[in-house]
């Protein structure tokens, strides 16, 4: 569309604004403030309205604003004394007062000739998602002659955006709609704007030799900036076996980091200013954090966004897993009464987001307190099938079957875990099942190597870890070293007992957790 005021042209196709020939230079997002006016010039567009136009709904200061205004009126001739092209309204928000003409670059000959405006604009993106923020993956670009590799590309770029869409915490923009973006070269921030999304997954695809790289980026569409990026390598003769597993492990990799892009701005917000989704995300990064006070908060704020939507089933998942860590960790008062909570809320996630992995897991964990062992290893694995991405729901399953006695399967499966996530919030968590793994096998070296790094960790708390190391090392006959363990579970666990140690985790061979318990009664515990 092109918008006619004064001596400027707005062209909203190329994203550009012109002085007779001349490009005028600006920033994405006064470009951005400088459309949204114009297309909404009938009417007074409020901080808010910018605010979800242009920055897609994230938390943006009074100032930000009142910055862009001020380079958008520079842009065109104008100030805030004049105000004859963009006009405060005190109170209300800001209106494009200018005389202005528009024209279609391709103008709709049927509607031309019947001499009636067209009352929808079919190449505008169609508001929703409830306030969340919206993602697209773009094709890939491919750095080779290889008709091949092309295919590979699109392959992989579609899975990629398949697996995003499992985690169902943002939602994904069919890439048939980015490919025809694609095709016409258009900025990121332009993208992002007709798609209405706010970030855009941005991949290159390379041969070098007999090995394939593929990189990725992450872009914000506010700002065209990179946010994030990595990349993975592999061999040619890899490609077909292994491009599933590759497709999970960047949308494992993209998930944790825009959750935490997402997170920062509302960290500091008192809990009355946020929606249900940014309690939500409050509440997963106090829950990743793994003590006992920001469990606590982890709770208070899923519950939260439960009372804004009692309806929000991945919210009730975040709450049963927020329980799963206090009951395994002991910080519970009441083991039964949380028990109760993390079956209630794993329940009926799985009813309300069956696609969510939380809710299973965290229906499942209670299966396993109970000692129903079939059941909770069932739920694990449609965790596990619901998103197969999901390195946290593979984690969770390896920590069942351990306490199910397979330790094999279990470390399989927490291999898997750490490979689609290297950098996962609950990595130090991972190597702690991992050393039970090898505990159950009978490594007991190894276990000690592993549940000593991990008990020695300063950013998270594992009792459980703590526990396997002085089992360990009683069985090594070690029993000096396992008392001074013992000493330091109780420190990062107080009151802690042979009771709570028994109660916390069942296992199914009685036999193996008798020889458990009886080592660590050998190390000290009361």
Known sequence: MLYRFATYVLDTNRCELRRDDDVIAMEAQVYAILAALI???????????LIEIVWSGRAVSDSA??????????????????????????????RFVAQTTGHPRKPNRAAESEGTPLSVDVSRPVPGFQGRPAIVVLPFDVVSDDENDKYVAAGLAEEVSTRIALWRTFPVIARQSALALKLR?????????QLGVRYLVEGSFRRSGSRLRVGIRLIGADTGHQLWADRFEFGLEEVFALQDELADK??????????????????????GSLNAWQAYLRGLWHMYRSNQADNTSAIRW?????????????????????????????????????????????????????SDPRGHVGYGWSKLCEGDFDAALRSMEAGVACNPSSAFAWYYSACALCFAGEPEDALTKVEKAQRLSPHDPLLVRMWGIKGRCYYGLGDYEKAVEICRAVTTDSTTVNPLANRDLAASLV?????????????????????????????????RSSAQLSLYLERLRDAGLE
């Open 39 to 49: 297309e909404n010039s009938e009417r007074v567009l409020s901080k808010e309205d």
């Open 475 to 507: 069985a090594l006959g070690r029993v000096s070293e396992a008392r001074k363990e013992v000493e330091r579970l109780i420190e990062v666990s107080p009151g802690y007992s042979m009771k709570r140690a028994e109660s916390a985790f069942p296992w």
């Open 65 to 94: 604003i009142a910055s862009r205004i001020h380079a958008a009126r520079a842009a065109v001739g104008d100030d805030g004394q004049k105000q004859t092209v963009i006009k405060t309204f005190s109170g209300q928000g800001y």
């Open 250 to 271: 960047i949308a494992a990799a993209l998930e944790p980091e825009l959750t935490s892009i997402e997170i920062a701005p509302y960290l500091g917000a008192p809990p």
């Open 302 to 354: 899923f519950q939260s966004a439960i009372d804004r939507d009692p309806q929000y089933g991945e919210a009730l998942g975040g709450l049963s897993m927020a329980y799963v860590f206090r009951h395994g960790a002991g910080w519970a008062k009441d083991p039964g009464a949380a028990l109760d909570a993390m079956s209630t809320a794993g329940e009926k996630s799985t009813v309300l987001a069956p």
């Open 185 to 193: 070269h258009l900025s990121a921030t332009e993208i992002g704007r």
